[in-house]
């Protein structure tokens, strides 16, 4: 498992084997550990970006530096909110020449794990609405402007997105959103 202080080593010594501007979007776990304070750790890098040679090359001389191998890897199935790319964030927390860094806003992350929404994303979702005080109606709006390209089945998609309201503010507002996403 690879916390903050491993994985900002990692993009440390990325950046430092990097010859030109290479951009690296990071999505899931990842972003929640580097960018938005999660108390837990991941076993992976996902990117939603694609990973060039340079960067791959640049990524396995700092595995080395630091003496961790981390996998990074594109995700291919990574579905978020249909703008979501428009609205991703240039992480500034670390001082880097080459490697620009950037994240989705956390309530496009809450989206883009809803789908799946085992324990992990769950717990995700938790935090970043706690922590960064997501309006709900600002999910909902999201969830029915962005969400309906989402692949699965959509009774699934609405079911998980109405639990993780459910959980995280109460079931008065899971109900509202639930009728206004069967009213759609």
């Known amino acids: 498992m690879f916390n903050k202080k491993i994985l900002d ?3 440390i010594e990325t950046d430092k084997n990097l010859s030109k501007l290479t951009d690296l979007v990071l999505i899931g776990g990842t972003a929640l550990v580097v960018k938005y304070q999660s108390p ?16 791959q090359e640049a990524w396995k001389k700092a595995e080395k530096t630091v003496g961790v191998k981390v996998p990074l890897s594109q995700s291919t ?6 703008e979501m ?3 991703f964030t240039l992480y500034r927390d670390l001082k880097l020449k080459n ?3 950037f994240v989705p806003e956390p309530a496009d992350i809450i989206l883009m794990k809803v789908p799946r929404f085992v324990g992990k994303d769950r717990d995700d ?7 960064y005080n997501i309006p709900h109606k600002a999910l909902l709006k999201r969830f029915l402007d962005e969400m309906g390209h989402v692949i699965g089945d959509r009774n699934t998609l609405v079911s998980y997105y109405v639990l993780a309201i459910e959980e995280n503010y109460g ?14």
């Open 9 to 11: 080593q990692l993009i």
């Open 85 to 87: 790319e428009t609205r």
């Open 99 to 101: 490697l620009k860094i």
């Open 125 to 131: 979702i938790k935090h970043l609405i706690k922590e």
């Open 77 to 82: 199935i990574a579905e978020g909110p249909y």
């Open 40 to 55: 837990r750790a991941t076993l992976d890098v996902d990117t939603y970006s694609k990973i060039t040679k340079e960067l």
């Open 171 to 184: 079931k008065d507002i899971a109900d509202a959103h639930e009728k206004s996403i069967n009213s759609k």
